[in-house]
Structures are given as structure tokens and as C-alpha cells.
């Protein structure tokens, strides 16, 4: 069982930025795909970003595209996520989920907006204000 902690969420103003993190157990992750989900209250969840294996290939929804960066530290296991001009509408609870598999290409796309992630962590919570 593959565990996956988020970290980092936190209330900030508008205008503002936050970095969360994603801490997995024993697994390399030069070897799979990752990406950040949110749900905001009474909406459905939405793939916010999807990493490759080797980071090369990246996925953005389009209303992050320019604010929001997705990286990985291979030493530390760790999968990021660097959001900047932070907006009301990006309040949500943010989830980190690996797949069993490279995600190279296209396929990043559509582990973030089919289906497809292997594990979920249980979210970390921000809040942005006006």
C-alpha cells in the first residue's frame, strides 16, 4: 500500500501564493506519474496538474496554466505544486495521487481528466480570500 501525505495548505489572500507538497512511501518516482486534484464545496473533483515520470511531460487545466507549477524532488520523494496570484476560486481541498505507470505523452492529460490514479492522499485544505 502506497501512502501519499499532503502538506502546505493554509488560508491566504487573493493575490497571494502557497507551495504544497506530496510525500510518498517507499517508491522511486522516476518511475511514475503524479498530479494534484482539488474539489471545491458542492463541485465535482478537477485535475489541476499531472507530472510524468521523468517531469518532462506536464498537464495543466487552463485555469491554473501560468500560476501553478508542478515539480518532483526525486531525493525526497516529494511531488510540489507552486501556485502564485492565487485566486477565491482556487479555495479547495488539494489531493496528490500517483500512478502505477510513466504517464509519457498525452497520457498525463488524461490521468487528469479521465480516470486513471492508483492512490490518493487525504488532502490538504486552502482557502484563499478577497
Known amino acids: 500500500q502506497v501512502q501519499m501525505v499532503e502538506s502546505g495548505g493554509g488560508l491566504v489572500q487573493a493575490g497571494g501564493s502557497l507551495r504544497l507538497s506530496c510525500t510518498t512511501s517507499a517508491l522511486d518516482l522516476s518511475d511514475f506519474a503524479m498530479g494534484w486534484f482539488r474539489q471545491a464545496p458542492g463541485k465535482e473533483r478537477e485535475g489541476v496538474s499531472c507530472?510524468?515520470?521523468?517531469?518532462?511531460?506536464?498537464y495543466y487545466v487552463d485555469s491554473v496554466k501560468g500560476r501553478f507549477t508542478s515539480s518532483k524532488d526525486y531525493a525526497k520523494n516529494t511531488l510540489y505544486l507552486q501556485m502564485n496570484s492565487l485566486k477565491p476560486e482556487d479555495t479547495a481541498m488539494y489531493y496528490c495521487a500517483i500512478a502505477m505507470t510513466e504517464g509519457s505523452g498525452g497520457y498525463c492529460y488524461l490521468l487528469a481528466t479521465e480516470g486513471g490514479m492508483d492512490y490518493w492522499g487525504k488532502g490538504t485544505l486552502v482557502t484563499i480570500s478577497s
Open positions: 507530472i510524468s515520470h521523468s517531469g518532462r511531460d506536464k
